[in-house]
């Protein structure tokens, strides 16, 4: 069974910055890796996505250009840098991760295995 462990949520005025990490009990090598965020009544919605060994990374709508997914293979761990936050990127961020391949398109909750347990982000 795969752990993840995420950190760096908190609250923040708009504008402001934040960076969540997410730590895996098992080596990301081959993995595609991934941040999703699930706010009160609402459908939980890829932010970004990263995957290994290419790095090549994709990113939400509303996300593109204030955010920026990264990850570290020598400490098994993704990172979320959120810049310019605004009160609509208030909420439960979860890092996820899967090392099968999928039909599901990449920022597809569907299309990941294993989850965090969520930290969460708010914004005013």
């Known amino acids: 069974q795969v752990q993840l462990v995420e950190s760096g949520g908190g609250s923040v005025q708009s504008a402001g910055s934040l960076r969540l990490s997410c730590v895996s009990s098992?080596?990301?090598?081959?993995?595609?890796m991934g941040w999703f965020r699930q706010a009160p009544g609402k459908e939980r919605e890829g932010v970004a996505t990263?995957?290994?060994?290419?790095?090549?990374?994709i990113y939400a709508e509303s996300v593109q250009g204030r955010s920026t997914i990264s990850k570290d293979n020598a400490n098994n761990s993704w990172y979320l840098q959120m810049n310019d936050l605004k009160p609509e990127d208030t909420a439960m961020y979860y890092c996820?991760?899967?090392?099968?391949?999928?039909?599901?398109?990449?920022?597809?909750?569907?299309?990941?295995?294993?989850w965090g347990q969520g930290t969460q982000v708010t914004v005013s």
């Open positions: 098992k080596p990301i090598r081959g993995s595609r």
């Open positions: 990263i995957i290994e060994p290419s790095g090549k990374t």
């Open positions: 996820a991760v899967t090392w099968d391949g999928s039909a599901h398109p990449p920022l597809s909750p569907l299309r990941y295995a294993y």
